[in-house]
């Protein structure tokens, strides 16, 4: 039987190369990978092809090429870029694009890319958080929920994937711990004493490559992913192991976190805050086992860790 084709946005990025290289190094499990880029000679893409992987040209603001991309495949892993352009409106409409493309295209099974809408727990008259960009609490948690009926009211068979905070924003969002004046390690999270949901990147498109090789299973359904629920104690407990060194856990105010002032700080402060006062229901929804069963190379923090500590930038 010939194999099916997933066709994956972002498959330069971290979650859709995840997927990429999850399906290529799964050769009896059915798919082929066709990677959507924008630019088809750039050194990733050349880097997927090489693995094996059918690069294609196609870019969420444009919905044709997402037609003409997802055409003739059996799936379609959508995912959005909001911090290409911290714009909620922009998300939806990629978001719709995407719906749209793979209603016309006859995609049998989608996976949207998702997370909460916070602002059913915290409604905008809430004042425990500001309010941001006039109708959002979090504004990149918020498009991408409201964005879920989109995929539903374009009639498109989907999973609707909850992802996880990545560890990797230790390496490449500057999260990781840094030295004091007194040569001490402290690692800052606004998260208290509760437990953040977290994962490897690279394991979110291996759990994405499980879904789909349930068939139509998790269609319909809401799944969340995570590859442990450590705390911010654990995890700075755990970084002081894997450096070899202590690290002390600083509890950041949410205020203070907002107030960072790099773009963004303000969505991720509020974020932080939605995690960590609703710890019970944002953990409950992304189980590590359910998570396992889908990846069985799923990597927990200390796994991780010792894969990649050397790449965190201690600052
Ligand atoms: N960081 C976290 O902890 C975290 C956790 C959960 C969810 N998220 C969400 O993850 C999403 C980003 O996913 P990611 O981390 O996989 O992204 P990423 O690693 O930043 O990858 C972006 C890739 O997407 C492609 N891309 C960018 N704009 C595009 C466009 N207009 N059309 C087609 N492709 C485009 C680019 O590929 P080309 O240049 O090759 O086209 C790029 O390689 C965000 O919406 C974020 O909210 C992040």
């Known amino acids: 039987m010939s194999k ?16 990429v290289r999850a399906i290529l190094n799964d050769p009896s499990g059915g798919f082929t990978a066709r990677a ?27 919905e044709a090429s997402l037609q003409r991309a997802f055409t003739g495949a059996h799936g379609a892993y959508c995912v959005t870029f909001f911090w290409a352009h911290f714009s909620p409106a922009k998300e939806q409409a990629e978001a719709a694009a995407m719906a749209r493309a793979a209603k016309a295209a006859g995609v049998k099974h989608v996976i949207w890319s998702t997370l909460e809408d916070t602002r059913k727990r915290v409604p905008i008259s809430d004042p425990r958080m500001p309010t941001l960009q006039e109708k959002f ?22 999973t609707f994937l909850l992802t996880s905070f990545y560890w990797d924003n230790l390496i490449y969002f500057g999260m990781g711990p840094r030295k004091g004046a007194d040569g001490q390690l402290t690692f800052a999270l606004p998260m208290g004493d509760k437990k953040l949901p977290g994962i490897a990147a690279e394991d979110i498109g291996r759990c994405a490559c499980g879904v789909f090789k349930r068939g139509s299973e998790l269609i319909g359904r809401t799944v969340g992913i995570a590859g442990e629920h450590p705390t911010g104690a654990q995890m700075a ?6 450096l070899g060194q202590p690290v002390s856990y600083y509890p950041m105010p949410f205020d203070a976190y907002r107030k960072l ?27 590590v086992d359910f998570s396992r069963s889908l990846n069985p190379q ?18």
């Open 4 to 19: 099916k084709i997933i066709a994956v946005v972002g498959a330069t990025g971290a979650q859709g190369g995840g997927l």
């Open 36 to 62: 959507i880029t924008r630019d088809v000679n750039s050194e990733k893409a050349r880097a997927l092809a090489k693995l094996g992987a059918e690069v294609v040209a196609g870019d969420v603001d444009d």
């Open 137 to 158: 609490k979090v504004p990149h948690f918020d498009a991408k929920g409201e964005a879920d009926a989109l995929f539903t009211a374009a009639g498109v068979p989907t």
């Open 237 to 242: 407990s755990a970084l002081g192991r894997a």
């Open 261 to 287: 002032g790099f773009p963004g700080a303000d969505d991720l402060g509020n974020m932080f805050q939605y995690k960590h006062d609703f710890e019970k229901e944002f953990c409950g929804a992304r189980s």
């Open 298 to 315: 799923l990597q927990n923090f200390d796994a991780w860790l010792a894969a990649n500590v050397q790449r965190i930038p201690i600052q």
